[in-house]
Each structure stands twice: as C-alpha cells, then as structure tokens.
C-alpha cells in the first residue's frame, strides 16, 4: 500500500509545473527555433543581423527551457546559483582556451 495522499499528488504536481506551463513553453520554444530557422534561410538580412539576432534566439531559448521545463525560477534559489556559477567556469573555460590559441597562432614561427 502507498503512503500518498491526494495532498502529495496535488504538491508534486505543482512543484513540477502545470499542462497549460509546458505548452506554453513547447509553443515558445517552437516559435522561436522556426525565429531561428527563418531568420538563417529568407536570405533577407545581411550576417551583420544574423548573428546577433541568433544569439539572441538562442538566449531566449535557453531561458524558455530553463523556467518552464527545468522549473528554475526564482523560488529555487540555490539551483539557480548553481547553474549560473557553472555558465561563469565554462566561460572561463572557453574564453581562456580561445585566447591560448589566438596567442600561440599569432606567436608561431611563420615557417612551422
């Protein structure tokens, strides 16, 4: 026999997000790859506007996937936190090892 009450499945159920929450955030997440797609294949803007404006899809992205499928919002602070300083060692990470590389390319012996 389970110990669950009505009370358990009403609070899991709410800690985890309601039906209308993911599809709304299956409808955004929709919206803004075909944003993505489209904005890559109309061949109407120059890579000027293409570029940023994909970062900025693919920001809007992250943050639609994050609150309404992952359920981070403000209530969970500590995974919040977690997650960002991990954003911040990955960017150390990568920034550091983009720089390593442009320095050890533009320091090389030409004729290595």
Do not use: C
């Amino acid at each position: 026999m389970s110990s669950h009450t009505a009370a358990d499945h009403h609070g899991a159920a709410h800690a985890h997000g309601s039906m209308k929450q993911y599809i709304v955030g299956f409808i955004l997440s929709i919206l803004l790859t075909f944003g993505s797609f489209g904005l890559v294949m109309t061949g109407n803007f120059s890579h000027s506007v293409i570029v940023p404006g994909l970062i900025i899809l693919a920001v809007a992205q992250l943050l639609v996937q994050l609150v309404f499928f992952l359920h981070m919002g403000r209530s969970e602070r500590d995974n919040t936190l977690t997650f960002i300083f991990t954003i911040k060692i990955i960017a150390i990470i990568v920034v550091g090892s983009l720089w390593v590389l442009h320095n050890m390319n533009a320091n090389m012996m030409p004729g290595m």
